[in-house]
Each structure stands twice: as C-alpha cells, then as structure tokens.
C-alpha cells in the first residue's frame, strides 16, 4: 500500500495546531473605527445603508470611543456633519465644528486613543466636491490652502496623525509644510495616496451627506483599471513626507494592496470601506451568510495582502469576536 509521506492536512488536524501554524492573525490593535460627528447633543441616530453605524454627537461619539477603548481597538477616524456649509468648506477648520470639539473631547477623556483626522471638504463645501471650484473644475493649487487650513485646524484639536482624503496633487507636501510651520512636527500623515473613483462609497456618501452636486470625482481620484498608476501615486506621497500610504476600497484592490507592500517600508492601511460593510450587513441581515466568519475571513484577507491597519466599520464587533476566540 502506497504511504504519502507529506500530508499538509497534519497541520490542520485540531483547532490547536491551526492556531500554531496561522501565518496571519488579526488583532483588535489592528483597527481604526470610524465615527460620524453631528451638531447638537445626545444624537444617536443609526443610518439606514449602514447598520449598526450612527451619526454621534459629541457627548455620544465620546461614549463611543470609550467603548472602542475598552474593546482594544486603540484609534479612531473622525468625519463630520457641519452646521454650515458654503463654497470652499470654511466649516471644516472652524474649531468650533462638531469634528474638533470630538477630537478635543476624546483625546482629553483619554489621552492614549490615537485620533485620527479626515482632511477633506466634500463634507463640508455647498457642492459637495472636495476643493475649490472654477466653473465645474476642481481648482487644485487653490484647493492645498484650504486643505492646509483643516490640517492645522484638527492638529490644533489635538489630532496625532491627519489623513488627507482629497487626492489633490501635491497635498502631502503642502500640509506637511503647514503642519511643521506651526509646530506640530510630531503629527503623522496617512495619505490616501492610492484612492479610486469607485461605486463602493455609496453608504458613506449618505452617512456624510457628501455627493456631489453635479458630476463626479472622476477627475481627481484614481481610475480602477490601474495598477501602476497606484504605485506611482505612493512614491510622490513618500517623497513629499507621507508617513503611512493608504489604499481605498480594500477588497476590491487587494492586490493593489499587495503590490504597495512589496514595495515600500512604510506602515500600509487599507480603508473597508462603507459599500463594503453595507453589502455583508444587508446579507447577514437576510440569512444568506455567517456575518461574524465572513467579517472575520474579509478582515484577514487585508491583514494577508499586507495591511498593517484597517479602518473598518466591523471594528467593535470583531474586537468582540476576538476576544470570545474561535473565530475561525
């Protein structure tokens, strides 16, 4: 009888010895959570293309990061909701805004969340677009000064590391620029350096109320057939002193993601973003998959193309998860 010496299914034999010989593992410290800030107090209000994700005030999204702390998940994303919006997105460095005051309330609550700023304006501009305009043109060196303007705005919050979401070129440099002529030498970058124009930010749109009122953003973010494209884009944001290079979608670009990995030295995030999150809820919430294997196994797959971090909105629950074990 013929006896097959190699038999790799010895190293899947008991729950034990997979966990030996995982090559790669998630971890609640693997995770940014994403908060949604809103004028006003005591708002708690789930948005309905993301379930299980709310638009907080301030006194909430505090609540919040508490939990998220106490989950182990050890940083955070701040987006929000203005009072006001008008044509270059003034409201966005306004330290009066929802987004700063949640920075300078949960980094005072507690100090070590590491508080991540979103540096964008299609929150906050009247159009929806993510800089200046001339006629239906994104104006783009005009834009750097106002982005320069929220950089300094949530550094002076108390940000540790802002992440410019605009794809303008040349952004990482301006504000690196603007961030160390007011001191703040020790506020990290997280560049969006490889951003696609894609139909998985759908969700997100509506949870901060950000479409465009008119075309797209096609003209300033990536087109999803390139690849070295992408890797073009990382090496101008090392150049110009980014210190971590994110990739968005996730799972649509993994290898994109892979690719970056290969070949920089620099900490890679990568963004699961809302299409993302909504697609699992919505079939979890229908009966046709496992929401926690599924989330658990998506999650690994950005850990196993390279990611050192991912800002996802499955964080709390995969802490939780994790910290029950079997997840796998």
């Not at 789930?46 to 299980?52: F, H, L, V």
């Not at 540790?160 to 506020?187: E, K, T, Y």
Request: charged residues 25%; glycine residues 6%.
């Amino acid at each position: 009888m013929y006896t097959q010496k190699l038999r790799p299914r010895r190293m899947r034999i008991s729950p034990a010895v997979r966990d030996m010989v995982r090559e790669t593992s998630l971890s609640a410290k693997d995770f940014i959570y994403p908060l949604f800030i809103v004028p006003g107090e005591h708002v708690r209000e789930e948005i309905p293309s993301m379930p299980g994700v709310y638009h907080l005030s301030v006194d909430e999204a505090l609540k919040t990061a508490r939990e998220a702390w106490e989950l182990g998940v050890p940083a955070l994303e701040i987006f929000g909701l203005p009072e006001y919006k008008d044509a270059d997105g003034s409201s966005a460095w306004d330290m009066t805004s929802p987004v700063q005051r949640a920075i300078m309330a949960i980094k005072k609550a507690l100090p070590d969340m590491v508080i991540v700023g979103d540096v964008c304006l299609c929150q906050y501009t009247s159009h929806g677009h993510c800089g200046h305009l001339e006629g239906h043109y994104v104006d783009n060196d005009k834009t750097l000064k106002l982005l320069q303007k929220v950089a300094v705005s949530q550094a002076e919050a108390g940000a540790d590391i802002v992440a410019p979401s605009d794809m303008m070129d040349g952004r990482v440099a301006a504000i690196r620029d603007a961030l160390d002529d007011h001191d703040f030498i020790n506020v990290s970058i997280m560049s969006y350096a490889v951003k696609y124009a894609s139909g998985y930010y759908g969700p997100f749109r509506d949870a901060a109320d950000s479409a465009p009122q008119f075309g797209d953003r096609k003209q300033y973010q990536m087109d999803p057939g390139n690849a070295r494209e992408a890797l073009k884009e990382v090496e101008l944001d090392l150049a110009e002193g980014a210190d971590i290079i994110m990739v968005k979608p996730a799972l649509a670009y993994l290898d994109i993601v892979h690719e970056v990995r290969q070949r920089i030295n620099r900490p890679v995030a990568t963004y699961n973003v809302s299409g993302e999150y909504a697609m699992v809820k919505a079939a979890a919430q229908n009966g046709w998959i496992d929401e926690k294997r599924i989330v658990m196994e998506t999650l690994l797959s950005m850990k196993r193309a390279g990611s050192d971090m991912i800002i996802t909105y499955h964080a709390l629950d995969a802490a939780r998860w994790l910290q029950e074990g079997n997840c796998f």
